[in-house]
């Protein structure tokens, strides 16, 4: 049962376009919201997040979006350069959930093409 | 600083054979975590430890076992290997109540 569904495996973006990775869950008792970004041979890096009070959260080129009655979010990328190709890992935590655990999407891998 | 460190980096396993994953974080943070990586399945939990002195299952807890040594040091143990735990498996920490895990580069285990 994957609480936390990214659809899309992969997506590909021009240079200087917008890059939109989108995220869908299924758990309503979700009220933090976390994308990490990862390179090859690297563990995950903290991105940005959004709590469930919020509806956006915009940091530099990156925001998130939350539509918490669709149970979805997304990040944007707002120019896409080649050094965000990565794989993004949407995570979602719940407030009952001691010690932060983070339940992780599939991962959608983002090619940036110049 | 080193944040959290694996070892090893890499490991090949046969069937059956027993092993220790090594985790330490050197940020005084009071909770680990090991997930392992499979293509298609995301970063999926194995265990956790809250704080020091408390381990607690994740998702797919069977066929693992873990100990917190202490605050620093977070081990995860395959008793019997079997080939369906070839994956990558990450260690990450995070300041109790917190969200932002910080994680190490990750162990890559073949077991054949």
């Known amino acids: 049962d994957q609480q936390v569904k990214q659809n899309s495996p992969s997506l590909s973006v021009q240079e200087g376009r917008i890059s939109i990775l989108n995220c869908d869950y299924t758990n309503s008792m979700f009220d933090y919201f976390l994308w990490y970004k990862k390179y090859p041979a690297e563990g995950p890096t903290f991105l940005i997040s959004?709590?469930?009070?919020?509806d956006k959260n915009e940091d530099g080129r990156f925001t998130v979006f939350l539509n918490k009655s669709a149970k979805h979010l997304s990040l944007h990328i707002v120019p896409s350069q080649p050094g965000d190709s990565a794989v993004y890992f949407c995570?979602?935590?719940?407030?009952?959930?001691?010690?932060?655990?983070?339940?992780f999407g599939q991962g959608t891998e983002l090619s940036v093409k110049p | 600083n080193a944040g959290v460190t694996q070892t090893p980096k890499f490991q090949v396993l046969k069937t059956g054979q027993s092993m220790t994953l090594q985790c330490a974080q050197d940020m005084n943070h009071n909770s680990m975590y090991w997930y392992r990586q499979d293509p298609g399945m995301g970063l999926r939990l194995i265990y956790y430890s809250a704080s020091e002195g408390t381990t607690d299952k994740g998702e797919v807890p069977n066929g693992y076992n873990v100990s917190r040594l202490n605050k620093r040091e977070f081990s995860l143990r395959l008793e019997s290997a079997a080939p369906s735990q070839t994956s990558v498996y990450f260690c990450?920490?995070?300041?109790?109540?917190?969200?932002?895990?910080?994680f190490g580069s990750g162990t890559r285990l073949t077991v054949v």
């Open positions: 990450a920490s995070s300041e109790a109540g917190q969200y932002g895990y910080t």
């Open positions: 995570a979602a935590s719940a407030r009952y959930n001691q010690g932060g655990k983070l339940i």
């Open positions: 959004i709590s469930s009070i919020k």
